[in-house]
């Protein structure tokens, strides 16, 4: 069975960082891309980043809302991947969720969700 | 990048009867070389994730009841249920993944009448 389970979520105040990771089980996680999305309260869905497995060069890619400030990465021999939050905002403040596969296709598995909260 | 506009934003249906929410695209999610919509309906309940339920446009996903029908191409799209479960109470979002970044539309609230 796959499971995701994010991490790292908590308050924060605005400017400063916080890392989320999304550790994976049940599958081969070196084999896959993997993607987080967000959703702040009441509100939809957003992409925010991708990245893709090493075997296909593991490149990224990011919404232009965190483009310069996010950072995603991960570690396949840890079946985890990191969503690195930095310069957070108030728009930041979200439930972020981490999926298996890569933007271009449809989300089948997802996490529970970290919930991260931006303010003073 | 595409925008996603759903309609209604909110559904009150009886149980047992049919629930219908339209998806909108502000271009084509045809892909011509494979003549693939490239849209999926997914279903939210409070504290929860959301969870595929069709791709494709009309593709359901293992274990989706056959209630639950997709229909539409190019940029108009239509999510059916059939007969309206008290599960079924959510909210549904349609997103596109034709094109980065994939987007999703606001989402349609339906709940019991």
């Known amino acids: 069975e796959v499971l995701l389970v994010e991490s790292g979520g908590g308050l924060v105040q605005p400017g400063r960082s916080l890392r989320l990771s999304c550790t994976a089980s049940?599958?081969?996680?070196?084999?896959?891309?993997m993607t987080w999305f967000r959703q702040a309260p009441g509100k939809g869905l957003e992409w925010v980043a991708s990245i893709r497995s090493k075997g296909y060069d593991g490149a990224t890619e990011y919404a232009a809302s965190v483009k310069g400030r996010f950072t995603i990465s991960r570690d396949d021999s840890k079946s985890i991947a990191y969503l690195q939050l930095n310069s957070l905002k108030t728009e930041d403040a979200a439930v972020y969720y981490c999926t298996r596969g890569r933007s271009g296709s449809p989300s089948v598995h997802w996490g529970q969700g970290t919930l991260v909260t931006v303010s003073s | 990048d595409i925008v996603m506009t759903q309609s209604p934003d909110s559904l009150p249906v009886s149980l047992g009867e049919r629930a219908t929410i339209y998806c909108k695209s502000s271009?084509?999610?045809?892909?011509?070389?494979?003549?693939?919509?490239?849209l999926a309906w997914y279903r939210q309940k409070p504290g929860q994730p959301p969870k595929l339920l069709l791709y494709?446009?009309?593709t359901r996903e293992s274990g989706v009841p056959d209630r639950f029908n997709g229909s539409g191409s190019g940029t108009d799209f239509t999510l059916t249920i059939s007969s309206l479960q008290a599960e079924d109470v959510a909210v549904y979002f349609c997103?596109?993944?034709?094109?980065?970044?994939?987007?999703f539309g606001q989402g349609t609230k339906l709940e019991i009448k």
């Open positions: 997103q596109q993944y034709y094109s980065s970044p994939c987007s």
């Open positions: 049940g599958f081969t996680f070196g084999d896959f891309a």
């Open positions: 271009q084509s999610v045809l892909y011509s070389s494979n003549n693939k919509n490239y």
């Open positions: 494709w446009a009309s």
